[in-house]
């Protein structure tokens, strides 16, 4: 069998994803959190062939841990499935990064810290900035220390804010034909 000499050469067309770090303290609570709440969007929008999300930590205390058992209780009553593996972030991953997501002050000062060039300091987002429906919070408070109120109000504004980001970046740093 000879090949078909009129077929259409097969091109594989390499969309380079837009690469999103979720990132806290410990990278068991907020950040894991925050990473499952997106990754659940882009694919309730039909939009996760278009992005790659993960999470990461500014202390490596907790590296190679599950998130924590009070965080992926509640997460799994809104059904995420929080399975992430914390790590710590390196310098590497602000190279790497499109955005780099931070949950609180503290977070964003550590990454400023981590960013060697200017265009690494303007990946770094706050996640407060896309909160709405929570005039009380312009950061993710950590809930380590707190119950389960502290847990639900993470969530809570992880789901406002997220959904917020992602309609952003479809809007302004993607070109799609949504
Ligand atoms: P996270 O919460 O930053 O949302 O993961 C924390 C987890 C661990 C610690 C602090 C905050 N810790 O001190 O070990």
């Known amino acids: 069998m000879g090949k078909d000499k009129n077929a259409a050469p097969h091109i594989q067309m390499e ?24 990754q659940r969007l882009v694919e309730e929008r039909g939009v996760s062939q278009l992005f ?8 490596g205390g907790h590296s190679g841990q599950l998130p924590d058992p009070r965080m992926r209780r509640h997460a799994s009553r809104r059904g995420y499935n929080l399975t992430h593996r914390a790590r710590r972030i390196t310098g590497y991953d602000m190279g790497d990064f499109d955005m780099i997501v931070a949950m609180d002050d503290a977070n964003r000062a550590d990454l400023e810290r981590l960013a060697r060039t200017p265009e690494e300091v303007q990946k770094i987002v706050m996640i407060g900035k896309y909160i709405t429906t929570n005039p009380h919070y312009d ?13 639900e109000l993470a969530l809570d504004l992880l789901e406002d804010a997220c959904g917020q980001l992602l309609d952003e970046i479809l809007t302004n740093r993607l070109k799609t034909n949504n």
């Open 15 to 38: 969309e380079k994803k837009y690469k999103i770090l979720m990132v806290c303290l410990g990278n068991i609570c907020r950040s894991p959190a925050a990473e499952g709440v997106m």
């Open 52 to 59: 790659e999300i993960d999470s990461a930590g500014t202390y």
């Open 139 to 151: 950061y993710v408070p950590d809930p380590y220390y707190e119950g389960s109120e502290g847990f």
